[in-house]
Nanobody, 117 residues
């Protein structure tokens, strides 16, 4: 059974930082592209950052220079370091594991991030 479990969300003031973690089980983690998505109230889910099996990263323009995605294949975990947070970063953040070759696309249940003074 595949599980993606996010942690690290919470309430932070503008300009603050948070570090999200996503622990995966039930998959061969190193074979999956991992991503973080977010969905704000009334908006569509959007890709925030992704990291391929080879370590290539991709970021949404809105978070470039502020967010950093990384992975630890030994711990089956992907991280999202979020710095200089803004109120518009407020959303539920979801972890995603994707392996297009075999049409695998898995999601976590999400973790809430709220940026407010």
């Amino acid at each position: 059974q595949v599980q993606l479990k996010e942690s690290g969300g919470g309430l932070v003031q503008p300009g603050g930082s948070l570090r999200l973690s996503c622990a995966a089980s039930g998959i061969i983690f190193s074979r999956y592209t991992m991503g973080w998505y977010r969905q704000a109230p009334g908006k569509q889910r959007e890709l925030v950052a992704s990291i391929t099996t080879g370590g290539t990263t991709n970021y949404a323009d809105s978070v470039k220079g502020r967010y950093d995605i990384s992975r630890d294949n030994a711990k089956n975990t992907v991280f999202l370091q979020m710095d200089r947070l803004k109120p518009e970063d407020t959303a539920v953040y979801y972890c995603n594991a994707k392996r297009t070759l075999v049409s695998h696309d898995y999601w976590g249940q999400g973790t809430q991030v709220a940026v407010s003074s």
